[in-house]
């Protein structure tokens, strides 16, 4: 309250009697006094006009004590109004020094830098607020008067502050309404422990007096466009000083926008447990922050709520194109990403979503776990896509038309067979960045042997049947479609284990680095209960073992692919005479699976779907002689054509001679001996084939006699000398 100047009292008129003056003036005689009884006497009368003052000042209060009490009231309705026009004033005072800044410097100034200026200001302005009622009117006022006053505390100011920067964090968050939860807000009000004063607000503030509403004029076309726009009343309106103002016409720094709350959250909340430990420095139990309960109530029913919607909504976009299985990355993204081959650009799209998950749990590190449910709940949604693309691979018409890779592949018994092998297990240990403990050295001819085993699995798991044209993959595109997708998964794979491991530094494909993706443990994050962290960690593991299981499926379904591929082109059907295989058709078919698996895959990869393929091949044909009704000598030179061709092809692919392949064309020479002949050549030399790839040629060559009507002896006979020799054979060695 201002104090006005002293005036001169008019002329002719004598100035009361000063007390003070004679109080001084008999301290004065006090101490000049010499004797005692004098001094007695001083002290006397000093004591008297002591009373005497006391009683003017107590009269002087008690006067004044009703106005003393408006005054404090009057603080306290209009502290809230005060602090609006604090923070108005800041905000000019924060555009008038941007407007007056160097252009370029006010340009490189973000929305984030703006906010953090703006709350930084505020709260040393609050700080100082708080500092000066509550060392002049809190302390001061009641230390000096003898009056029981009716003030408010500090905590009653601190609450004024929050609900004041909650009408801010409205505008600048766009909450419509002012509050996420009105009804929580108002149950949560503004108190210092004295109801009657928050009513007595209350009232007063709704009976106040209201401002007339301006009504919008409603405009019939719009020119957002032109030079001169028109600012309907619901879109923040931007002035010439680069300010902006919301639809409740106050004044902002940046455009409001929901997402400035991962700028805020970090620097509110320290802000609330500072103004929390100075608070709680005064008499009383300070209440719980109704500013901290408003941030969070945002920040888990409103923004996340609705960063969840979107997100799925871009995700669902990005993966449901038309091209979304088609496109791949660029040159400049495999770059950016250090990527060995390329990659579907919608799972790229969908791991930077990822990154933006990451940086937005650094932002609100008290709700990582509402972040992470985000998380899991997309990557589910996602991973259902990625199965979805690769049922549309394997069976892409709408009939149960089967391919037959896929069908082996979801057989248990080949699944497994094919992940005991050693060249996958040292395939998994290499990508998995990692040796085994125990080695596997393979012989050739260990190799041979597995190779050919698998051979005999997988045919017969066709139970002598042959394979149709509609149960291969023949378009390549499909092919190629199928090797990205398990490139992607496999990377993808590898980013979410990211999740669970320490941070590294990783690239985007627009260039810019992050630290790895948080660990669930963090220690910046609240303190979460371990059951929630463990449970957390093993879905995230599961998810990233989902994604890395369905690129072995795809891996493996190419592998197998190759092999029904030579089983299509090479294998007869039953009972026919000798049909030539479509060699020219599978080479060709082989060297166009290499260009494209050695364009979507890494080399490793390649290496595994071709490896072996050579036996396979040797497998097939030799097996192909029990469907043969007849052969000549005409015909073992086309075999023998047709081997050195496939055994070129291999080459060109796996870079080394396929042996196998030679031992096949040695056989189909046995064909033009007689019975006779093969046994002999089974004692001298020993066997090379076994018992039931000479029992088919055998039976080929009585079939041959049968049909020329030449002098032949009875099979059998031929038969039971070859088990002899054979188990006499096994036994020797």
């Known amino acids: 309250m201002d104090i006005p100047p002293p005036t001169k009292p008019p002329r002719g008129v004598k100035p009361p009697k000063e007390t003070s003056g004679l109080l001084m003036s008999v301290i004065r005689t006090l101490s000049a006094s010499e004797s005692n009884e004098q001094r007695d006497r001083e002290r006397a009368k000093l004591e008297k006009e002591y009373k005497k003052s006391d009683k003017q000042i107590e009269e002087y209060?008690?006067?004044?004590?009703?106005?003393?009490?408006?005054?404090?009231?009057?603080?306290?309705?209009?502290?809230?109004?005060?602090?609006?026009?604090?923070?108005?004033?800041?905000t000019q005072d924060l555009l008038a020094s941007s407007s007056g800044s160097d252009p370029a410097a006010q340009?490189?100034?973000?929305?984030?830098?703006?906010?953090?200026?703006?709350?930084?200001?505020?709260?040393?302005q609050f700080k100082a607020v708080l500092a000066v009622h509550r060392d002049v009117v809190l302390k001061y006022i009641r230390t000096k008067s003898n009056l029981v006053l009716q003030l408010y505390t500090e905590s009653f100011v601190w609450n004024i502050m929050q609900r004041t920067l909650q009408s801010l964090l409205s505008s600048y968050l766009n909450i419509k309404g002012g509050s996420p939860h009105t009804n929580s807000s108002q149950a949560t009000s503004l108190t210092n422990g004295n109801v009657g004063d928050d009513i007595g607000i209350n009232l007063s503030s709704y009976y106040a007096r209201k401002k007339p509403v301006a009504k919008t004029r409603k405009?019939?076309?719009?020119?957002?466009?032109?030079?001169?726009?028109?600012?309907?009343?619901?879109?923040?309106?931007?002035?010439?000083?680069?300010?902006?103002?919301?639809?409740?016409?106050?004044?902002?720094?940046?455009?409001?926008?929901?997402?400035?709350?991962?700028?805020?959250?970090?620097?509110?909340?320290?802000?609330?447990?500072?103004?929390?430990?100075?608070?709680?420095?005064?008499?009383?139990?300070?209440?719980p922050s109704s500013l901290a309960v408003f941030i969070n109530d945002y920040v888990r029913d409103i923004y996340l709520v609705e960063y969840h919607d979107t997100l799925l909504a871009s995700v669902e976009s990005v993966t449901k194109s038309s091209d979304s299985w088609r496109?791949?990355?660029?040159?400049?993204?495999?770059?950016?990403?250090?990527?060995?081959?390329?990659?579907?650009?919608?799972?790229?799209?969908?791991?930077?979503?990822?990154?933006?998950?990451?940086?937005?749990?650094?932002?609100?590190?008290?709700?990582?776990?509402?972040?992470?449910?985000?998380?899991?709940?997309?990557?589910?949604?996602?991973h259902d896509t990625c199965q979805a693309g690769y049922r549309g691979i394997v069976q892409p018409d709408p009939e149960d038309r089967r391919i037959c890779s896929a069908a082996w592949l979801k057989d248990e018994d080949i699944c497994r067979f094919l992940k005991s092998l050693p060249?996958?297990?040292?395939?998994?240990?290499?990508?998995?960045?990692?040796?085994?403990?125990?080695?596997?050295?393979?012989?050739?001819?260990?190799?041979?042997?597995?190779?050919?085993k698998e051979a005999e699995m997988l045919s017969q798991n066709l139970s002598g049947g042959s394979i149709g044209a509609h149960e291969i993959i023949s378009d390549i595109n499909q092919l190629k479609c199928l090797a990205q997708l398990q490139e992607s998964m496999e990377w993808f794979s590898s980013r979410l284990s990211l999740l669970l491991s320490p941070s590294t530094a990783i690239s985007t494909s627009q260039g810019t680095?992050?630290?790895?993706?948080?660990?669930?443990?963090?220690?910046?994050?609240?303190?979460?209960?371990?059951?929630?962290?463990?449970?957390?960690?093993?879905?995230?593991?599961?998810?990233?073992?989902?994604?890395?299981?369905?690129?072995?499926?795809?891996?493996?379904?190419?592998?197998?692919?190759?092999?029904?591929?030579?089983?299509?082109?090479?294998?007869?059907?039953?009972?026919?005479?000798?049909?030539?295989?479509?060699?020219?058709?599978?080479?060709?078919?082989?060297?166009?699976?290499?260009e494209a698996m050695s364009t979507c895959l890494q080399p490793e990869k390649t290496k595994y779907i071709f490896e072996g393929i050579g036996d396979m091949i040797g497998k097939i044909l030799m097996s192909s002689v029990q469907f043969w009704t007849r052969i000549d000598q005409s015909d073992v030179n086309k075999m023998g054509r047709h081997i050195y061709t496939l055994q070129q092809s291999i080459?060109?692919?796996?870079?080394?001679?396929?042996?196998?392949?030679?031992?096949?064309?040695?056989?189909?020479?046995?064909?033009?001996?007689?019975?006779?002949?093969?046994?002999?050549?089974?004692?001298?030399?020993?066997?090379?084939?076994?018992?039931?790839?000479?029992?088919?040629?055998?039976?080929?060559?009585?079939?041959?006699?049968?049909?020329?009507?030449?002098?032949?002896?009875?099979?059998?006979?031929?038969?039971?000398?070859?088990?002899?020799?054979?188990?006499?054979?096994r036994r020797k060695y």
């Open 513 to 594: 680095t992050f630290s790895a993706i948080p660990q669930i443990y963090v220690t910046s994050a609240a303190p979460q209960s371990d059951s929630v962290t463990s449970q957390l960690s093993v879905t995230l593991e599961s998810l990233a073992g989902e994604f890395l299981e369905l690129a072995h499926t795809c891996l493996l379904v190419l592998h197998l692919e190759v092999r029904v591929q030579c089983f299509h082109y090479l294998l007869p059907k039953k009972n026919n005479i000798y049909v030539e295989p479509k060699v020219i058709e599978l080479s060709r078919s082989l060297a166009t699976l290499d």
């Open 423 to 452: 060249n996958w297990l040292e395939l998994a240990a290499s990508r998995r960045k990692r040796k085994l403990s125990h080695p596997i050295e393979e012989s050739p001819e260990t190799v041979r042997d597995r190779n050919i």
């Open 107 to 124: 340009g490189s100034l973000s929305s984030s830098q703006c906010l953090i200026q703006l709350l930084n200001a505020l709260m040393e």
């Open 327 to 382: 496109s791949i990355t660029s040159v400049a993204q495999n770059s950016a990403l250090d990527l060995p081959k390329p990659l579907l650009q919608s799972v790229v799209r969908v791991d930077e979503k990822l990154q933006q998950l990451k940086h937005l749990m650094d932002c609100l590190p008290h709700h990582v776990p509402n972040v992470y449910h985000i998380l899991i709940s997309v990557l589910r949604n996602f």
């Open 651 to 729: 080459a060109s692919i796996t870079m080394s001679r396929e042996i196998s392949l030679d031992q096949t064309r040695r056989y189909f020479h046995l064909l033009t001996l007689s019975p006779d002949e093969i046994l002999n050549d089974i004692l001298e030399s020993g066997p090379q084939y076994t018992d039931l790839e000479y029992m088919h040629a055998l039976q080929l060559i009585h079939r041959c006699r049968t049909r020329a009507a030449s002098p032949t002896t009875d099979p059998n006979i031929h038969m039971n000398r070859l088990n002899d020799i054979l188990t006499e054979m």
């Open 61 to 90: 209060v008690s006067l004044h004590h009703e106005d003393l009490t408006q005054i404090m009231q009057k603080i306290k309705t209009d502290m809230e109004t005060q602090l609006r026009g604090l923070i108005l004033r800041t």
């Open 219 to 287: 405009v019939l076309f719009k020119f957002d466009h032109s030079t001169v726009s028109h600012n309907s009343g619901g879109i923040p309106s931007v002035s010439d000083t680069g300010s902006f103002t919301d639809t409740r016409h106050k004044l902002l720094l940046v455009k409001p926008d929901p997402a400035h709350i991962t700028t805020l959250y970090t620097p509110l909340m320290g802000m609330i447990d500072e103004f929390d430990v100075l608070v709680s420095d005064s008499a009383g139990t300070p209440e």
